[in-house]
């Protein structure tokens, strides 16, 4: 199983809007004798791209990570080619949470031994925008922040490059290419200009202040989330979005993505867009860099209110720590 997510990986960012399987077959003496995996949305399925060189009666057990699927999509039904080709038992990571599926069933009816769940936290870790988009129709939402050891971002002045080193810089370039789109707000294209190397852009920006021949708007299909405006205008569109207590509606801009085909955003901006996000947000990115600013009225990665009692604070629960030298990066989940 281990070997199907590591192959399942390869496609990250690729698959979108359905999941990344990976497939292994072995023979019956536990040889693996093929692999594959779902290299892009509207390609073979990984069951069909391990199993279609293969003769009746080759392989013994089929391993993967999501349930084989049962319906006509894009291809056909991987279900039918495990039976078709004779596979004993297949080992699966974990249930499709889409519940047209029912493949362990339609297995077991064919007389194959079906074994699942088998790492199923790790299965569903690898899958987590697929389970959030199947059974809450909603885009999956991350938040990436850079800070010092005190929690801050930039100066008060908007200085901010670098917090993090350019190794940790390098792995933001990786975790961005893992979410169909990256978000930013005016304020951050304002101060930075940074370029957000990405396929699909999204900035908020209530007021139409952004510079267009700002770096960002230079590659990439683009949103604009703005209060004036509906129109295209070469790569990008701008979304005339309702406004709530002077600031565009993040839900209604989540709730569009949604219909937009964004399946995942990662939103990196400073830390009142952050923070207003958190409300939505099913993951955060936290790189720390063993730095101290000292300074009160440096920004902070979060800031969107003021409270009295620590026990108001929101809490989350750690995932992973890793080293990202002389950084970290901090991954955690909202409880
Ligand atoms: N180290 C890092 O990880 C990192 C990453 C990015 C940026 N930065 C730094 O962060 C600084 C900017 O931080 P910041 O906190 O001042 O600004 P910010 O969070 O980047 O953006 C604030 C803007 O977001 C919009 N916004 C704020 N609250 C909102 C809400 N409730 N709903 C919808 N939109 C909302 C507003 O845009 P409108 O004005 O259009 O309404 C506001 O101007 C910059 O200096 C940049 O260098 C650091």
Redesign the pocket.
């Known amino acids: 199983m281990e070997k199907c997510i590591e192959l399942a990986k390869k496609a990250e960012g690729l698959t979108s809007p359905n999941p990344l399987v990976g497939c292994v077959v072995t023979d019956e003496f536990d040889n693996i004798i093929s692999t594959g995996y779902h290299r892009k949305y509207g390609e073979f399925h990984a069951e069909r791209e391990a199993l279609q060189n293969l003769k009746k009666g080759d392989g013994h057990t089929l391993y993967v990570n999501l349930e084989p699927c049962t319906h006509f999509g894009k291809t056909p039904p991987c279900t039918d080619i495990i039976i078709e080709k004779g596979i004993k038992h297949v080992v699966i990571g974990m249930r499709d949470p889409n519940l047209k599926v029912s493949g362990i069933e339609k297995l077991k009816e064919a007389g194959i031994e079906v074994t699942c769940p088998v790492l199923e936290d790790e299965c569903k870790k690898l899958n987590e925008v697929f389970i959030k988009n199947v059974q809450e129709k909603k885009t999956f939402v991350a938040i ?4 010092t050891l005190d929690g801050k ?2 100066t008060s002045t ?1 200085s ?1 490059k670098w ?1 993090t080193s350019e190794n940790a810089r390098k792995e933001v370039r990786k975790i961005r290419n893992r979410y169909d789109a990256i978000m ?5 294209v304002i ?2 200009n940074p370029t957000m190397e990405h396929r699909k852009k999204i900035i ?4 139409l ?1 952004t510079d267009l021949s700002s770096k960002i708007y230079e590659s990439g299909e683009i949103y604009v989330f703005n209060e004036k405006t509906d129109k295209i205008q070469n790569n990008i569109t701008f979304i005339k979005t309702p406004v709530k207590d002077g ?2 509606s ?1 839900e209604f801009v989540f709730e569009k993505l949604y219909t937009l085909g964004i399946m995942s955003v990662l939103i ?7 923070g ?1 996000a958190l409300k939505y947000a099913d993951k955060i990115y936290h790189f720390i860099a063993p730095k101290i600013t000292g300074d009160n009225n440096s ?1 902070s ?1 979060f ?2 209110r003021t409270i009295t009692d620590i026990n108001e604070c929101l809490n989350f629960k750690f995932d992973s720590i890793t080293n990202f030298e002389p950084d970290i990066l901090a991954i955690y989940y909202p409880i």
């Open positions: 990436k922040t850079a800070a971002i930039a908007g901010s917090v930013t707000s005016s304020t951050t101060a930075d908020i920006d209530r007021e202040k600031k565009i993040l990196e901006s400073g830390g009142k867009l952050n207003k920004k990665a800031d969107f």
